[in-house]
């Protein structure tokens, strides 16, 4: 039920958050495709060590540089401040952030299902 909540609280405001909000239908086919997916995902990835690593590579990279750089650029929006080099800086750290989650999954990827990194 937490990836549930987790997506419907991100849906939230937008169409089909209100379509799910209103419709116990909808509400219930959500549910269904999300648990579908992660079951698709269970039986796909045979091998939970690469799962946890691309979500290591991806969330990692996530986790330390775009989330923080997104708080820093909303407070100094709110601040009024969002033209400042400060608020530049951190739009270079989210595009850093979201280049290292990317190189980082490749790698990851690239190091499962390829021979490019062995010796």
Known sequence: TSLR????S?????????????????WSALTVALLGAVT??????????FVASVSGASLGAVLIFVIPALVD?????????????????????VGFGCLM???GTVVTCLETFTDVFSA
Not at 14 to 21: D, K
Not at 40 to 49: E, I, M, Y
Not at 80 to 89: Q, T
């Open 10 to 26: 991100t849906l939230q405001g937008t169409r089909l958050g209100n379509a799910v909000a209103s419709s116990n239908k909808v």
């Open 73 to 93: 650029l909303t407070l100094l929006k709110e601040r009024k401040a969002g033209g400042s080099a400060r608020a530049l800086v951190a739009r270079g750290v």
């Open 40 to 49: 698709l995902v269970a039986l796909v990835a045979t091998d939970v060590g």
């Open 101 to 103: 989650a990317v190189v």
């Open 5 to 8: 909540d987790s997506v419907l």
